[in-house]
Nanobody, 122 residues
Framework: QVQLKESGGGSVQSGGSLRLSCTAS????????LGWFRQAPGKAREGVAA???????LYADSVQARFTISLDNARKTLYLQMDKVKTEDTAMYYC????????????????WGQGIQVTVSA
């Protein structure tokens, strides 16, 4: 069974940077998509960015040009580099696993990490 664990969250000031990591295990092959989602208080979980095992990426409009998703296939570790963060980026961030092709649609994901908090202060 696929297992995911996030790390690297915390507090950061607006305009600053933060990097999230997610270690994945339990895959039976090398074809997968990993994505970052977030959920702010009182809001639905939304897709942030995703990458498949071929390196294809997809970003939500709200983070395009500010966040960068990357994947170390050998270590099966997913990263999210968050630059120029805004207060509206404050949320619980989740790592999720799906199958190719790359997608940020939540129903396409079957496995989730426990989540990690990111708080951006003004």
């Amino acid at each position: 069974q696929v297992q995911l664990k996030e790390s690297g969250g915390g507090s950061v000031q607006s305009g600053g940077s933060l990097r999230l990591s997610c270690t994945a295990s339990g895959y039976t092959d090398n074809f997968y998509t990993l994505g970052w989602f977030r959920q702010a208080p009182g809001k639905a979980r939304e897709g942030v960015a995703a990458i498949d095992s071929d390196g294809k990426t997809l970003y939500a409009d709200s983070v395009q040009a500010r966040f960068t998703i990357s994947l170390d296939n050998a270590r099966k570790t997913l990263y999210l580099q968050m630059d120029k963060v805004k207060t509206e980026d404050t949320a619980m961030y989740y790592c999720g696993s799906s199958n190719p092709p790359v997608t940020i649609r939540e129903p396409d994901y079957g496995y989730w990490g426990q989540g990690i908090q990111v708080t951006v202060s003004a």
